[in-house]
């Protein structure tokens, strides 16, 4: 009998006839995954709990002809219940993992799921605030798929320094000479957000301004999007989880 076994993240959940689902799932070492979990949604289900989304376990596959079918689920990280209790934590968790989910096959990569695995653990126990840890989930899956933006130099001309443009469509800062009718302007602040995001320099985001955070929230939703060539539908959520 065919099988396997992977460490997974929930991303989402279908219905599937009157009692299974159809569960999508980030795996560690096998990708993208897409299984029927039967019976699931019987209350006697046994691993029901285990699969909802922003779950984190071990799971055993039975690989099917065109889906496959969950065997058993260990939970291994409980991190559902403390993050749907949370407003501001669920739409930043659910914008993670439509990220995840659109990010595409091709990029379902171990980096990505330890990535996606520690933003998920960081909102659960609440470590920061909930929008930053989204922006620098964000920044940091663009930057593992080869779309790191340029913040120490001009995306188009590369000429180093402190530029105060920013436009997605090029891919991060640009300079006075470059910077078409659209950009961005970019305070110093703001600057300085982005690349502590990006690094993990979590001391100096979380004593960033407000103004400086909501203007670097709004440029990296309109980046991401950009290079997802597709809207994140959860971002209509996040109005107010910062």
Same mark, same amino acid.
């Given at each position: 009998?065919?099988? &396997? ?6 991303? =989402? ?20 995954? =897409? ?6 949604? =019987? ?5 029901? @709990? ?16 065109? $889906?496959?079918?969950? !065997? ?6 409980? &991190?559902?219940?403390?993050?749907? %209790? ?12 439509? *990220? ?6 091709? /990029?379902?990569?171990? !980096?990505? &799921? ?5 933003? $998920? ?5 609440? %470590? ?11 920044? =940091?899956?663009?930057? $593992? ?22 436009? @997605? ?20 602040? *703001?600057?300085?957000?982005?690349? @502590? ?5 979590? /001391? *100096? ?19 991401? !999007? ?11 959520? $996040?109005?107010?989880?910062?």
């Amino acid at each position: 009998m065919p099988t &396997y076994r992977d460490e997974v993240v929930v991303l =989402r959940t279908h219905k599937l006839g009157e009692a299974d689902r159809i569960v999508t799932m980030l795996s560690r070492h096998h990708g993208k995954v =897409r299984a029927v979990a039967k019976g699931v949604r =019987r209350t006697t289900s046994r691993i029901g @709990a285990r699969l909802e989304p922003f779950m984190v376990a071990e799971a055993q596959f039975f690989v099917g002809r065109n $889906l496959d079918i969950v !065997q058993q689920a260990v939970t291994l990280g409980t &991190y559902g219940a403390d993050i749907a %209790a949370d407003y501001d934590r669920y739409t930043a968790a659910s914008a993670m993992v439509e *990220t995840a989910d659109r990010l595409g096959d091709a /990029e379902a990569t171990p !980096q990505q &799921y330890l990535l996606l695995l520690g933003g $998920l653990r960081s909102l659960a126990a609440g %470590a920061h605030g909930s929008r930053s840890i989204l922006d620098s989930y964000l920044l =940091r899956a663009m930057a $593992l798929s080869g779309w790191a933006p340029g913040l120490d130099a001009c995306a188009r001309c590369g000429t180093e320094g402190a530029h105060g443009w920013f436009l @997605a469509q090029a891919g991060g800062m640009v300079c006075d000479a470059c910077a078409p009718a659209g950009s961005a302007r970019i305070e110093p602040g *703001t600057a300085s957000l982005l690349r @502590a995001l990006l690094s993990g320099d979590w /001391e *100096t985001v979380d004593s960033s301004a407000p103004r400086s955070a909501a203007a670097a929230s709004g440029l990296i939703a309109a980046y991401a !999007q950009w290079h997802l060539e597709r809207g994140i539908r959860s971002f209509s959520q $996040l109005e107010h989880a910062r």
